[in-house]
């Protein structure tokens, strides 16, 4: 009998139970694909639709030439290009040690209620918004400064940066195990090289990967930028003076008059998210490469 | 298993105690490491409580009891690991030598490069070569010659028993190796700094028979040049290996003694309970 309604080829009150239950669980089952559709939608239809807009306008010019003045027909974004990634290798410069030197304290240290007061913030810290971090970069680096200047914008990226690499990176090490630590400990192994020969090395994946989402939401940042690097339609590669940053850019095309503007603002964002993806599938690529050795 | 059997083993013991050239200009029983009134608490729990006793140099001692009443907890006071456990805290002397482990000023750094320890899962450093993990805590200890590292990764790996497996494979991940192996690589490693007291934390209990055999046989042969403590839940392990047996219960050290006394002529009712397998 006990197996019949396990089965549900029971009868009465025990059969129905069973449909009732069947019921609910494909009512999840198709409410769960629903959500993940829309997902998968939004993100096919983002890249799609930039595709069509920004992928035609797309060629060798457009990414080595440098703008021409506006109502000119031609040109290209190399400025920006070169800018965004001057600006964001020095900021990742800036965060990567900060943000893994501060993981390793709240990991390795634990006066425990420090360690956590200090991940609340990092968390607190990711979700302020990026035009506040540009304001902060811009009265802290711009305004001693006297001018906009592209390391500004680093530190306003580095800002960004800091506590993505900060909380991956502890969870990286959080998932080293004890036994690991111990194991060098034991030899006579002292904290310090610990971290260094051990906790660092098995978790160097888990690292590489923060530093790469970071490194991906900094470059897609516009509003940290208005305030620092500021833009510039020339040639510019000193960090002390005003430089051309791709997302600023496309704020910048996006919202000016002239339809070839926004045309070229489609193509910057296509690239923009081309380089993203490339360098996140690269970084999985490289990642699964290693982890196959 | 009866009394008899152990009896015989005690036996056994005792003859190989005076073959020539075991213990060469030895005295056999010198303390190396002198336990006094040892108390071990996780945070406000007492996991080791007031426990006196003599390691003798070069012997094997073994710590046997049932799960949870102190053992691991003991033998990690003596390398001063107890103390990584965030929470733990230690009271009591541990003399290595005369001198005490937990005396001011002392570096726990220092007396783990002096007593140095084998876990009961095998845990290599997955980053690490073979050649890397063995050469990993001896290149702390000065010498950066890469002749005389080495040397010291070939003797270590010899006095390990591996050497003849992997030979020819010391770039290959520690990782690559089974199980066995890897604790025998893990014991070659703690070997590599010269430990005067090596500690093992149910070494075998992540092992095979096969495998359990080499490193109870690879005991044996430490034992002329280091001084072993050895944590088993295995009570035949510890007839098999030890010297010296010490019976904990909650905490506490019931009794403690020469293996084949221990293992014959228990004194206390509950140590005959727990290798009569009465409980435990």
Request: aromatic fraction near 10%.
């Given at each position: 009998?006990a ?14 139970h ?19 559709g829309?997902t998968v939608?939004?993100?096919?239809m ?5 595709l ?18 506006a109502?000119?027909?031609g ?9 965004s ?15 893994v030197?501060a993981a390793i ?5 634990p006066?425990a ?9 990092a968390e ?9 971090v ?6 802290l680096?711009v ?6 200047s592209?390391l ?14 900060l909380?991956?990176a502890?969870?990286?090490?959080r998932?080293?195990p ?7 400990l034991a ?5 310090w090289?610990?971290?260094l ?23 897609g940042?516009?509003a940290?930028?208005?305030f ?7 040639w510019n ?14 704020y ?10 926004h ?27 290693k982890?196959n050795? | 298993?009866?009394k008899?059997g ?14 020539p050239?075991?213990?060469?200009e ?20 007492l ?16 710590i ?11 033998i ?9 456990t ?19 000023g ?11 320890m084998?876990?009961?899962k ?9 050649y890397?993990n063995v050469a ?11 002749r005389?590292?080495?040397d010291?990764?070939?003797k ?17 991940p ?8 890897q604790?025998?690589?893990?014991i070659?490693?703690?070997l ?21 055999a ?23 392990q510890a007839a ?14 019931v009794?403690f003694?020469?293996?084949?006394d221990i ?5 206390k009712r509950?140590?005959e309970?727990?290798?009569t397998?009465r409980?435990?």
């Open positions: 009998m197996g019949n309604t396990l089965y549900g080829a029971g009868t009465g009150a025990s059969r129905q069973y449909l009732y239950r069947k019921g609910i669980e494909w009512l999840a089952w198709i409410g769960m694909l629903f959500c993940t829309v939608f939004i993100l096919l983002i890249l799609g639709y930039v069509y807009q920004g992928a035609s306008y797309i060629n060798w010019e457009f990414l080595t030439a440098l703008p021409l003045p109502g000119e027909t040109g290209g974004i190399a400025n920006a290009l070169v800018g990634a001057m600006v964001v290798v020095v900021a990742t410069l800036m965060a990567v040690p900060i943000g030197g304290f709240v990991n390795e240290f006066s209620q420090l360690g956590r007061f200090v991940r609340f913030l607190v810290l990711t979700g302020v918004p990026s035009i506040v540009g304001l902060f970069a811009y009265a680096v305004r001693p400064l006297g001018s906009f592209g500004s914008g680093s530190v306003a990226y580095a800002f960004i940066m800091i506590p993505i690499i909380i991956t502890h969870e990286a090490f998932l080293v004890v036994s690991l630590r111990e194991a060098s030899l006579g192994i002292p904290k090289r610990t971290i020969w051990v906790v660092l090395p098995v978790s160097s994946r888990a690292l590489l990967t923060g530093v790469v989402l970071a490194i991906a939401r900094a470059l940042e516009a940290p930028m208005l620092t690097a500021f833009g510039n339609p020339f590669l000193n960090l002390k003076k005003p430089i051309a940053t791709v997302p600023l850019l496309i910048t095309y996006a919202t000016g008059p002239y339809e070839d503007w045309r070229k603002a489609w193509a910057a964002s296509f690239v923009l998210l081309m380089v993203v993806l490339v360098t996140s599938v690269l970084t999985r690529v490289f990642l699964r490469g982890s050795e | 298993m009866s008899e152990y009896a015989v083993e005690g036996r056994q013991r005792d003859i190989d105690f005076h073959l050239g075991n213990q060469p030895m005295t056999p029983d010198e303390t190396r490491l002198r336990v006094e009134e040892l108390r071990a608490y996780y945070g406000k729990s996991a080791v409580n007031n426990v006196t006793l003599s390691i003798k140099t070069k012997k094997v001692t073994a046997i009891g049932p799960s949870g009443c102190g053992k691991s907890t003991f990690r006071c003596l390398n001063r690991m107890h103390e990584v965030p929470g733990a805290r230690v009271e009591g002397k541990v003399l290595l030598d005369g001198g005490d482990l937990y005396g001011s002392i570096d726990p750094v220092e007396v783990r490069r002096r007593v140095g084998v876990f009961q095998p845990n290599p450093f997955p980053t690490m070569s073979i890397d990993a805590g001896f290149k702390l200890n000065g010498s950066r010659d890469r005389i590292i080495e010291k990764v070939e270590s790996l010899k006095m390990a028993a591996l050497w003849e497996e992997v030979r020819s494979d010391l770039h290959k520690g990782t690559s190796l089974s199980g066995g192996q604790q025998r690589l893990c070659a490693r703690a590599a700094v010269d430990p005067e007291v090596l500690l093992m934390d149910e070494p075998c209990s992540a092992l095979d028979p096969i495998a359990t080499k490193i109870e046989e690879l005991i044996h042969e430490l034992k002329d040049s280091v001084t072993i403590v050895i944590v088993t839940h295995n009570m035949q098999r290996v030890s010297d010296y047996t010490a019976f904990f219960y909650l905490g506490e050290l009794e003694g020469a293996t084949g293992f014959t002529t228990p004194e509950q140590t309970d727990y290798i397998g409980f435990g």
